[in-house]
Nanobody, 124 residues
Framework: QAQLVESGGGLVQAGGSLRLSCAASGRAFGSYAMGWFRQAPGKEREFVAGINGRGGNTRYADSVKGRFTISRDNAENTVYLQMNSLKPDDTAVYYC?????????????????WGQGTQVTVSS
Protein backbone atom coordinates (compact mmCIF):
# COMPACT_ATOMS: atom_id res chain seq x y z
CA GLN A 1 0.00 0.00 0.00
CA ALA A 2 1.37 3.41 -0.98
CA GLN A 3 0.24 6.83 0.15
CA LEU A 4 0.84 9.86 -2.03
CA VAL A 5 0.78 13.43 -0.74
CA GLU A 6 0.98 16.36 -3.15
CA SER A 7 2.12 19.88 -2.36
CA GLY A 8 3.15 23.03 -4.20
CA GLY A 9 -0.08 24.13 -5.79
CA GLY A 10 -1.33 27.70 -5.64
CA LEU A 11 -2.30 30.81 -7.55
CA VAL A 12 0.05 32.14 -10.21
CA GLN A 13 -0.21 34.62 -13.06
CA ALA A 14 -0.06 33.49 -16.66
CA GLY A 15 3.54 33.00 -17.73
CA GLY A 16 4.62 32.08 -14.22
CA SER A 17 5.98 28.85 -12.79
CA LEU A 18 5.14 26.36 -10.07
CA ARG A 19 6.74 23.14 -8.89
CA LEU A 20 4.53 20.38 -7.58
CA SER A 21 5.89 17.68 -5.31
CA CYS A 22 4.49 14.27 -4.47
CA ALA A 23 5.86 12.48 -1.44
CA ALA A 24 5.27 8.73 -1.40
CA SER A 25 5.34 6.25 1.43
CA GLY A 26 6.47 2.67 1.06
CA ARG A 27 9.70 0.92 0.19
CA ALA A 28 8.58 0.00 -3.32
CA PHE A 29 8.47 3.58 -4.60
CA GLY A 30 11.49 3.10 -6.84
CA SER A 31 9.73 0.30 -8.72
CA TYR A 32 6.54 2.28 -9.41
CA ALA A 33 5.92 4.23 -12.54
CA MET A 34 4.69 7.66 -11.46
CA GLY A 35 2.70 10.36 -13.12
CA TRP A 36 0.62 13.49 -12.89
CA PHE A 37 -2.95 13.89 -14.01
CA ARG A 38 -5.23 16.91 -13.78
CA GLN A 39 -8.93 17.61 -13.66
CA ALA A 40 -10.54 20.92 -14.49
CA PRO A 41 -14.11 21.74 -13.42
CA GLY A 42 -16.64 19.91 -15.58
CA LYS A 43 -13.96 17.92 -17.37
CA GLU A 44 -12.59 14.40 -17.13
CA ARG A 45 -9.31 13.68 -15.40
CA GLU A 46 -6.52 13.74 -17.98
CA PHE A 47 -2.93 12.60 -18.23
CA VAL A 48 -0.25 15.29 -17.91
CA ALA A 49 3.12 13.57 -17.51
CA GLY A 50 4.57 10.17 -16.66
CA ILE A 51 7.93 8.73 -15.68
CA ASN A 52 9.16 5.16 -15.31
CA GLY A 53 10.62 3.67 -12.14
CA ARG A 54 14.23 4.53 -12.84
CA GLY A 55 13.40 7.92 -14.29
CA GLY A 56 14.94 7.26 -17.68
CA ASN A 57 11.74 7.48 -19.68
CA THR A 58 9.23 10.30 -19.59
CA ARG A 59 6.04 11.07 -21.47
CA TYR A 60 4.00 14.25 -21.75
CA ALA A 61 0.60 15.30 -22.97
CA ASP A 62 0.87 17.41 -26.11
CA SER A 63 -0.66 20.36 -24.28
CA VAL A 64 2.26 20.61 -21.84
CA LYS A 65 5.25 19.49 -23.93
CA GLY A 66 8.10 21.94 -23.72
CA ARG A 67 6.60 23.66 -20.66
CA PHE A 68 6.35 20.93 -17.98
CA THR A 69 9.05 18.59 -16.74
CA ILE A 70 8.53 15.50 -14.61
CA SER A 71 11.35 14.11 -12.49
CA ARG A 72 11.83 11.85 -9.51
CA ASP A 73 14.21 11.34 -6.61
CA ASN A 74 13.97 7.72 -5.52
CA ALA A 75 16.19 8.34 -2.51
CA GLU A 76 13.61 10.85 -1.26
CA ASN A 77 10.55 8.92 -2.47
CA THR A 78 9.41 12.03 -4.29
CA VAL A 79 8.25 12.90 -7.78
CA TYR A 80 8.13 16.45 -9.09
CA LEU A 81 6.35 18.40 -11.79
CA GLN A 82 8.04 21.62 -12.83
CA MET A 83 5.51 23.80 -14.63
CA ASN A 84 6.73 26.79 -16.61
CA SER A 85 4.98 29.27 -18.92
CA LEU A 86 1.69 28.49 -17.23
CA LYS A 87 -1.55 29.33 -19.02
CA PRO A 88 -5.08 29.83 -17.70
CA ASP A 89 -5.99 26.51 -19.40
CA ASP A 90 -3.62 24.77 -16.99
CA THR A 91 -5.97 25.60 -14.12
CA ALA A 92 -7.05 22.32 -12.51
CA VAL A 93 -6.62 20.03 -9.55
CA TYR A 94 -3.40 18.12 -10.10
CA TYR A 95 -3.16 14.53 -8.91
CA CYS A 96 -0.11 12.41 -8.32
CA UNK A 97 -0.48 8.82 -9.50
CA UNK A 98 1.39 5.55 -9.11
CA UNK A 99 1.23 2.56 -11.46
CA UNK A 100 2.69 -0.67 -10.05
CA UNK A 101 2.98 -2.46 -13.37
CA UNK A 102 4.28 0.44 -15.44
CA UNK A 103 2.53 2.74 -17.85
CA UNK A 104 0.96 1.30 -20.96
CA UNK A 105 -1.52 3.86 -22.25
CA UNK A 106 -1.17 6.51 -19.52
CA UNK A 107 -4.86 6.19 -18.70
CA UNK A 108 -6.61 6.66 -15.37
CA UNK A 109 -7.64 2.98 -15.23
CA UNK A 110 -3.97 2.00 -14.99
CA UNK A 111 -3.44 3.93 -11.77
CA UNK A 112 -3.12 1.91 -8.58
CA UNK A 113 -2.71 4.81 -6.15
CA TRP A 114 -3.86 8.41 -6.23
CA GLY A 115 -2.91 11.40 -4.15
CA GLN A 116 -5.54 13.75 -2.75
CA GLY A 117 -4.84 16.46 -5.33
CA THR A 118 -3.51 20.00 -5.20
CA GLN A 119 -5.19 23.04 -6.78
CA VAL A 120 -3.34 25.03 -9.42
CA THR A 121 -4.96 28.27 -10.54
CA VAL A 122 -3.49 30.39 -13.33
CA SER A 123 -4.88 33.89 -13.68
CA SER A 124 -4.86 35.79 -16.96
Amino acid sequence: QAQLVESGGGLVQAGGSLRLSCAASGRAFGSYAMGWFRQAPGKEREFVAGINGRGGNTRYADSVKGRFTISRDNAENTVYLQMNSLKPDDTAVYYCAADISGWSQYRTYEVDYWGQGTQVTVSS
